[in-house]
């Protein structure tokens, strides 16, 4: 099940060229890059791991694409997406949030229903990839 | 039956003046010479580098194979030969004929790529790296990156990474090694690797009387001051003194005593009270040039 998350997700996956000029995008708004990637595909899941540290005053999408490369060569089986954080006061949130990267099998989600009193019903996600620890979920 | 012949029709020829005109070096370039005086051979190196990504970018448009000039450069030459100045330019006449993205100028130091401990030079010189890509990195006396005395200096792990990086990101990155001749040449002849990465070797030229005495005007002008016939004279004497005595740093001396006289034209006109004029406002007074301790030696 291919995974939707963040901006442009219900696109095909961005190629280097489409992810250079978003990354454009962002320094054209003065918004600061950072590269983040992990292997809990849940949809909740707001703790990623931080690829080194977020960039500021870069000038060339180049610089950031140097680091998304990294990252897909230390964890080509990981999420990794790429955020643009506008500092701005009155916004100082993420701008723009997007996959760069994702594993080559993603397994998906199964709903689970649990029992409650009276007869109430409560769901819950579950990821199949977090049925293994954390770093041997989607190893082939 | 014979097959028709069939002709191919010539490329059609390119007009170079056309593309020279749109590329709009020529009004760089024109800017370069009015605003540096001297540098005879930097300029004409600079028109040529001009020229070359100029072709290339035509041959590319006409389909032939084209590779990618390395433009990696270095500066040498005394201090105050204005490296600085025209690697700024060199950024912009890069950046307007296409051959870097942005144009801009990172200027660094050993400070600035060398760290303190282990583990953090690569960090420290990996981002300086990433905040010049699409630019000029311009790295002032190279030569402290090198430090032979001691072998566990933390600068030729900054030399590993930026010679990497020399290579590997050439289409976004130029580097330009700035310093002293003789040190830059003992610099490069330690480190092979630099030598055969730097394509370009210029050399700066120390100013003569006359050129500095023309950048004095320059400087003076752009300030809105002037001189009047006799302070021009003055200033030309502090010039031959000053360029006699040790530490004489070419613009950079030039522009500091200019910076000085201002102060003691300021000082004078407080002192003196009154009414001004505008035009005594922007005079130096050859009395201002000469309260300069240069005139204190017979």
Not at chain 1, 56 to 85: Q, T
Request: aromatic share 8%; proline share 5%.
């Amino acid at each position: 099940m291919r995974l939707t998350q963040g901006t442009f997700s219900y696109l095909p996956d961005l190629t280097d060229e489409q992810i250079r000029a978003q990354i454009q995008y962002c320094l054209d708004n003065d918004w600061a890059l950072s590269v983040e990637h992990t292997d809990d595909p849940h949809p909740r899941n707001v703790y990623w791991d931080m690829w080194g540290l977020p960039m500021f005053d870069l000038k060339d999408p180049a610089g950031i694409l140097l680091e998304v490369n990294a990252c897909r060569k230390a964890f080509p089986n990981r999420y990794i997406k790429v955020n643009g954080y506008d500092r701005r006061y009155g916004r100082q949130t993420v701008g723009l949030s997007f996959l760069v990267n994702r594993p080559p099998v993603e397994p998906g989600f199964r709903l689970d229903r649990q029992e409650f009193a009276d007869r109430q019903v409560k769901y819950t996600l579950h990821a199949y990839a977090t049925e293994k620890p954390v770093g041997e979920r989607y190893e082939e | 039956m014979s097959e028709p012949r069939t002709t191919v029709a010539p490329a059609p020829a390119v007009d170079l003046d056309a593309a020279y005109r749109a590329s709009n070096i020529e009004q760089v370039l024109e800017e370069l010479d009015a605003e540096l005086v001297g540098l005879a051979g930097v300029k004409t190196r600079i028109r040529e580098i001009a020229a070359l990504l100029l072709v290339a970018r035509l041959r590319e448009e006409q389909g032939l194979t084209t590779d990618r000039p390395t433009l990696h450069m270095s500066f040498t030459g005394k201090p105050g030969t204005g490296k600085t100045t025209v690697a700024l330019r060199l950024a912009k006449i890069l950046h307007q004929l296409g051959y870097v993205r942005k144009g801009h100028l990172v200027v660094a130091t050993r400070d600035d790529l060398v760290g303190q401990y282990v583990g953090h030079t690569a960090p420290k010189t990996k981002e300086l790296i990433k905040r010049a890509m699409g630019g000029v990195l311009f790295i002032d006396e190279a030569y402290y990156l090198y430090r032979p005395e001691n072998e566990r200096d933390y600068g030729q792990e900054a030399i590993e990474m930026l010679l990497q990086s020399m290579e590997n990101q050439r289409d976004d990155l130029v580097v330009i090694l700035a310093g002293y001749k003789e040190r830059m040449d003992t610099f490069f002849q330690s480190n092979p690797g630099f030598h055969s990465r730097v394509g370009h070797h210029l050399d700066f030229q120390d100013y003569t009387l006359d050129e500095l005495m023309a950048i004095a005007e320059l400087m003076v002008q752009r300030q809105q001051y002037r001189f009047d016939d006799a302070s021009r004279e003055a200033f030309r004497e502090y010039l031959v003194r000053r360029m006699r005595q040790p530490h004489f740093a070419n613009a950079r001396s030039v522009r500091n005593a200019i910076d000085r006289i201002k102060l003691r034209q300021a000082n004078r006109l407080i002192a003196t009270g009154g009414q001004v004029s505008k035009d005594e406002l922007a005079r130096i007074d050859a009395a201002d040039v000469r309260q300069s301790r240069v005139f204190d030696d017979p």
